[in-house]
């Protein structure tokens, strides 16, 4: 982790910050500013980080991971792998209750996974993640046994984010799905008092939360899109916290340079890309993909956009993501065999393409231009389209009606690389609307069913050298997160994922 006004050593773990008093705040409550409004809170309709961000502290999982990347006990206390790997049993933590009262056990296990598997969660996008799990067996109140019809080396990861997320079996029955998506009740830290969709999100502190209750009384999420916007609410107090992606790199001196707020820096698992229609248009030739990509300069994108807040990468993972190879190299900036390319592939001169992107995100925004103009250098005319977040990433990109290329941030949550390339890449998932290939499909498969790590992690990396092979899309970069945090705000973690756990956070009264 880096606070850029003050060096900090180190990389991940998260340290107290500075104190300085804010009239403006009100003791014992912290806003934050979010740039999107999920438009769901019920863990399985959802994959945005800006979801993780706030539901982290309304939800609990079996498991939980930390800033400090550790894999811990949270609603589980212990779990034993039986018969192989392809069983598993939890014993449960006692005393528990949802928000609404309502007791947790293993009933409620089983009515979580049987309603994600089920379907309810067909509906929206995390059953995938999930599809080892065969069953989920209750043996006592305390005690569930998951049998899976294979093992899987990455579920106790998932189970702590996501559509793994307990929810209460008698609220839902009693309220419904609907319901449940703007009201969510949870066993977590926090608990949601009030909702006002685009606008805010409104949290009260739990006291009978199992790990104690937090040291803050409220917090507010603020849904602010424009980042000129967050940032100027910051400087005056009226937001605590920018969370990732809102920052723009040519607004941390800006940051910087306000007396009581500063930019905290980690290295983050986001990874940005351009991803190609793979069925229609020049970008169906594969030649044609491969040269727009040699087309480009990205490591000048990254020293003169980025500010060396970024790191060139060669598959669409970062060097955190369990499956990256150090060694594979992305395709050269190349202009020359670019064109050569293109004219092998009959393009001629003047071909259009057009580049889907999310209209709020001023960084990304001055990427694509920058990635314009390389293009127009192999004679290949580039248009822009912006969008607003959630229509791009509900509408336009699962129904494969975007441009040629579009814009693809992915946060890899599980640090492994099996939640990107699975759903990036195997038939018909939500995320690959273009390609079908059954070569990849299969080694896709295989490698959720293999123990072995290191036979599993050269899988992986064969993976990501058949995509870059296939120029399936154009890696970019890793991208470091960027927190703008006020100095009244105390024992704050920068979580790398965004997945903000706020129980020990303060603020100085």
Do not use: C
């Not at 424009?226 to 100027?232: H, I, L, N, R």
């Not at 605590?240 to 306000?258: A, E, K, Q, S, W």
């Not at 889907?356 to 005319?381: K, P």
């Amino acid at each position: 982790m880096q606070r850029t006004k003050r060096v900090l050593n180190s990389a991940i773990a998260g340290i107290a910050l500075s104190v300085a008093f804010s009239a403006s705040a009100q003791a014992g409550s912290l806003t934050i500013a979010s740039p999107q409004d999920p438009g769901s809170w019920d863990p399985i309709d959802t994959f945005l980080v800006n979801w993780a961000a706030v539901a982290t502290n309304i939800f609990d999982g079996l498991t939980y991971r930390g800033p400090d990347m550790e894999l811990v006990p949270g609603l589980a206390t212990e779990w034993q792998e039986l018969d192989d790997g392809t069983r598993i049993r939890f014993t449960l933590r006692e005393n528990v209750t949802f928000h609404n009262g309502e007791p947790f056990n293993a009933e409620a296990v089983k009515f979580t996974f049987d309603r994600l598997l089920g379907d309810e969660g067909a509906q929206g996008p995390q059953r995938s993640n999930y599809t080892a799990i065969e069953s989920v067996e209750v043996i006592d109140e305390t005690t569930v046994d998951f049998h899976l019809n294979s093992p899987d080396p990455v579920l106790l990861t998932k189970l702590a984010g996501y559509g793994a997320m307990i929810v209460p079996p008698e609220y839902l029955a009693e309220h419904g799905d609907e319901h449940f998506n703007t009201h969510p009740v949870g066993t977590g830290p926090f608990k949601l008092v009030a909702y006002n969709p685009r606008e805010n999100v409104k949290l009260e502190a739990y006291a009978d939360h199992w790990g104690g209750a937090p040291k803050l009384d409220e917090v507010t999420y603020r849904f602010i899109s424009e980042p000129s916007t967050a940032v100027a609410e910051l400087q005056a107090g009226r937001v605590d916290i920018v969370i990732p992606p809102t920052i723009p790199i040519g607004m941390i001196d800006t940051i910087n340079n306000h007396a009581q707020a500063s930019i905290v820096s980690v290295p983050s698992p986001t990874v940005e890309a351009i991803r190609f229609n793979t069925q229609s248009g020049i970008t169906a030739d594969e030649r044609v993909r491969k040269a727009l990509i040699m087309a480009v300069d990205r490591q000048a994108i990254i020293d003169s956009i980025l500010a060396g807040e970024g790191e060139m990468i060669a598959s669409f993972q970062g060097a955190q993501s369990f499956g990256n190879d150090p060694d594979m190299e992305p395709l050269p900036f190349d202009p020359q065999q670019a064109r050569q390319l293109l004219d092998e592939a009959g393009v001629e001169p003047g071909a259009t393409v057009q580049i889907d992107v999310r209209g709020n995100d001023a960084t990304f925004g001055e990427v694509a231009q920058v990635v314009a103009s390389y293009l127009q250098g192999v004679g290949i005319t580039a248009s822009i389209q912006p969008y607003e977040t959630n229509v791009l990433l509900n509408d336009i990109i699962p129904a494969g009606r975007t441009g040629e290329m579009f814009q693809q941030k992915w946060g890899g949550w599980t640090f492994d690389f099996d939640n990107t390339a699975y759903l990036m890449y195997h038939t018909d998932e939500r995320w690959n609307p273009y390609d079908s290939d059954e070569e990849l499909d299969e080694m896709l498969q295989a490698q959720r069913g293999i123990t072995d790590q290191d036979e599993r992690e050269e899988l992986l990396q064969a993976i990501a050298r058949y995509t870059q092979d296939r120029a399936l899309e154009m890696p970019l970069y890793s991208i470091n997160a960027l927190y703008g945090v006020r100095d009244r705000v105390l024992n704050f973690e920068p979580a790398p994922d965004n997945r903000m756990r706020l129980t020990d956070v303060d603020v100085a009264d």
